[in-house]
């Protein structure tokens, strides 16, 4: 007989992996213990050499499913006299590392008992098992057990007891196995005065969607506001009771067919669709959607999501209709996901609210996914993804807490060789979210037992996440130039610690000299960076004002474009904003007079558009630039001219040329649909281009593609397309391109620079 200690780290907690590795063992003849404990799991095994042998290869080669084994080390021990193998109770002592997995969808196995009548848990909304149901929304603390969950306040019957130190049963250390008789349980209020009288509470939900409600369903990390989306007029009320002018709304769908009634599904996003993580998917609307106009008004991209809980299943199978579900919040605030939150700032937006007695332990919003040329990419990392785990190629030397960026805002922690999301929080406009970033930053360290010694933070001095970084005056603040942020980012999710090219495309980030950046070219390492190439800036007349009326921006172009006079075929373009308007901004542009220099692609997109689309403002982020993209005629496949001025420090891509192309094009009435494919193509060439000239004289380096632009399918796929071949091209997927993943970046390049300081 040998023996073995085996310590197994990653995502290995709540979801049935002990139970796994005892009927693995048992089935081998192995003795011995497994438990959890503040890294992952521990396994003590004794058996034969040969036996151990196949057992440690098993556990590595053929894990369980539903788990991410990060690392696995053995070494051997003595040997003990024993006679089963068993799970023995947690290891809470030691230093801890998050092993708990995100939540996950219910699974098959649940969902036929779901609807199954001669199950005990028919119809019961909060069934799960090891395989599926909340994990990090209701934990407390870890180790994962159910004492350090929200679920520590029900006690099982003896059925589920039974289930539960049962080793041959699926729901064996389920930790919030529940039924009807021992479980949360579900109940509908009224916020209208009225008392829920029903008794089949779904049944009654169900009835008031079909009636144009508004009903607030709590889900896994918080509560969502759903409506009818089949009917015009209930979407415009949630609109208008939610302030939410033209931002599309998520849509769940009972089942991946119904969804391809809807949308265009390809394999790669029925598989995004239909994962564990169940994010919201960014799919192309079929022509003929029975679907309300109202819920995606300006776009042809619909957000799709599947069932993820059986309180959802139930809901769809008794609305039979797709439901809107969208966040339970007021525009710009965080997400309720307590019961009498719900009920104070809900009140006036839903008609009722379906709730349940079973705690969430932290608001964890929906996740949103795209398949962008060919690639799963996670736009925002949240829910069925967080805290899943970044494990780092080189480990940092203290824990790092890194701040995010100011929109789209995700914050994330860096301790030894694994980084760790927090949940999305989003942008930092109102104080309640600010307090919900604050809020959620705490509870991280407190489930990790770690305190940062390094705080980083974005360049902008106006971020609140920057005020905060500062307030911090026991730690180490480090500040981070927001693109070399987002290289890193996409350095650190391939695991690449030598330098890159970066190709850094969004619409702003605090630059160094003095203008907003936002189309560069960086030869970066974690400990430094290089901005060797860049875009001719324009001016934002307004400062920020112009991102929202982005006419201001295509007035810009035309006036660079056209050396401050532009002719009438140009201005005409802008006919809709008044001349005195106009005057306004050409003398805000040429006094220098709050009109800041704005180097961002993702600006160019929003002047190209507002000159060709007649967009003159823009309701939400990215608004202007998603439309601009979607028109583009496929076919066309000409581009306009440009220019690379290498006189400058760094080389500047001037699109002046591609302006006055597309000014002569308009108004000889072409589509904008082919103004938009050449201007999509002058984009991609010039990339193209200026990497060419940078390689020939730095040297053949891996491309970073990364930036909210690189979300443009046809301008990252074309690129791609065209550089694939000459070097190796790095681009998202488990870390979003946007803001919502540079925190990773930020997390890196402290820690470098403190190791530089010594």
């Excluded at 139970?19 to 089935?27: E, G, I």
């Excluded at 002018?245 to 809807?262: H, I, N, R, T, Y």
């Excluded at 305190?451 to 005056?473: F, I, N």
Aim: aromatic share 6%; hydrophobic share 40%.
């Amino acid at each position: 007989m040998a023996g073995y200690r085996i310590e197994v780290r990653g995502t290995v907690q709540g979801v049935g992996f002990r139970p796994w590795v005892c009927r693995l063992a048992r089935r081998m003849g192995v003795v011995g213990r497994v438990q959890n404990d503040p890294r992952g799991v521990s396994i003590e095994a004794f058996a034969s050499t040969a036996v151990l042998g196949r057992f440690i290869d098993e556990l590595r080669t053929d894990p369980l499913p539903t788990a991410r084994i990060a690392e696995l080390r053995e070494a051997p021990i003595p040997d003990e006299d024993l006679d089963a193998f068993v799970i023995e109770s947690s290891e809470a002592s030691g230093r801890k590392a998050l092993s708990i997995p995100p939540d996950l969808a219910t699974c098959e196995d649940c969902t036929k008992e779901l609807l199954d009548e001669r199950d005990r848990r028919f119809e019961y909304p909060f069934t799960n098992c090891t395989a599926c149901g909340p994990r990090f929304t209701i934990a407390t603390g870890i180790p994962y057990d159910r004492a350090a969950t929200t679920m520590s306040e029900f006690v099982m019957c003896e059925a589920c007891r039974a289930e539960f130190d049962d080793v041959e049963n699926r729901r064996f250390h389920a930790q919030p196995n529940a039924c009807p008789e021992c479980g949360p349980s579900l109940r509908l209020d009224r916020l209208d005065g009225h008392a829920a009288t029903a008794s089949n509470v779904l049944a009654h939900a169900a009835e008031l969607l079909s009636r144009g409600k508004v009903v607030a369903v709590k889900g896994l990390g918080g509560f969502h506001l759903a409506c009818d989306a089949t009917d015009g007029a209930a979407v415009r009320r949630l609109r208008e009771r939610k302030h939410r002018d033209e931002k599309p709304f998520a849509v769940m769908v009972q089942s991946l067919a119904e969804a391809g009634a809807l949308a265009e599904i390809s394999s790669e996003e029925g598989a995004l669709l239909s994962a564990a993580e169940r994010p919201v998917v960014l799919l192309r609307r079929r022509q003929d959607a029975r679907l309300a106009v109202e819920v995606s008004p300006d776009t042809s991209l619909l957000g799709l999501f599947l069932p993820y809980t059986p309180l959802h299943h139930l809901l769809l199978a008794a609305a039979r209709r797709p439901l809107v579900m969208t966040s339970a919040n007021v525009s710009d605030e965080p997400i309720c996901f307590e019961n009498d939150e719900a009920r104070r700032r809900l009140e006036g937006i839903a008609d009722a609210i379906l709730l349940h007695d079973r705690k969430i332990a932290m608001r964890c919003d929906d996740s949103v996914s795209r398949v962008i040329a060919g690639v799963p990419t996670i736009m925002r990392r949240s829910r069925g993804f967080v805290p899943r785990p970044i494990y780092l190629s080189r480990p940092v030397a203290r824990p790092v807490l890194a701040c995010g960026a100011h929109l789209n805002n995700t914050f994330c922690i860096a301790m030894e060789d694994t980084a760790y999301f927090g949940p999305h929080i989003g942008d930092l406009e109102t104080v309640a979210a600010l307090d919900f970033f604050e809020e959620a930053i705490e509870r991280m360290q407190t489930i990790l037992s770690v305190r940062p010694e390094v705080v980083a933070h974005d360049l902008h001095p106006g971020y609140p996440s920057t005020r905060y970084a500062q307030t911090r005056t026991e730690l180490s603040v480090v500040g981070v130039q927001h693109h070399h942020a987002h290289v890193v980012s996409l350095m650190a999710e391939h695991g690449i610690c030598d330098q890159v090219l970066g190709v850094a495309y969004d619409g702003t980030g605090f630059g160094e000299d003095g203008t907003s950046w936002g189309g560069d070219f960086l030869l970066c390492t974690a400990e430094r960076y290089e901005r060797v190439g860049t875009f001719r800036p324009i001016r934002l007349a307004g400062g920020n004002l112009a991102m929202r009326e982005v006419w201001r921006i295509g007035y810009a172009l035309l006036h660079d474009a056209y050396d401050g006079a532009p002719p009438r075929n140009a201005t005409a373009l802008l006919d809709g904003v008044p001349s005195s308007s106009l005057l306004l901004v050409k003398q805000m542009i040429e006094r220098e007079i709050n009109a800041p220099r704005a180097r961002g692609v993702g600006r160019y997109f929003d002047g190209f558009g507002a000159l060709a689309l007649g967009r003159a403002r823009s309701t939400h982020e990215g608004q202007v630039a998603i439309a601009w993209d979607q028109v583009a005629n496929t076919s066309v496949v000409d581009a306009y001219p440009y220019e690379i001025d290498r006189r400058t420090t760094p080389w500047e891509v001037d699109l002046r040329p591609a302006v006055r192309a597309a000014v002569e094009d308009l108004a000889a009435s072409a589509p904008p649909g082919d103004v938009s494919a050449r201007f999509h193509n002058a984009l991609i060439a010039a990339t193209s281009e200026l990497l060419d000239l940078l390689w020939a004289e730095r040297g053949n380096l891996p491309v970073a593609l990364t930036g909210g632009v690189f979300q443009n399918e046809r301008l990252a796929a074309g690129i791609e397309n065209v550089i694939r071949n000459k070097n190796e091209v790095l681009r998202h997927g488990a870390v979003p391109p946007g803001d919502g993943g540079i925190a990773l970046g930020q997390a890196l390049i402290a820690d470098a620079v403190m190791r530089d300081k010594g």
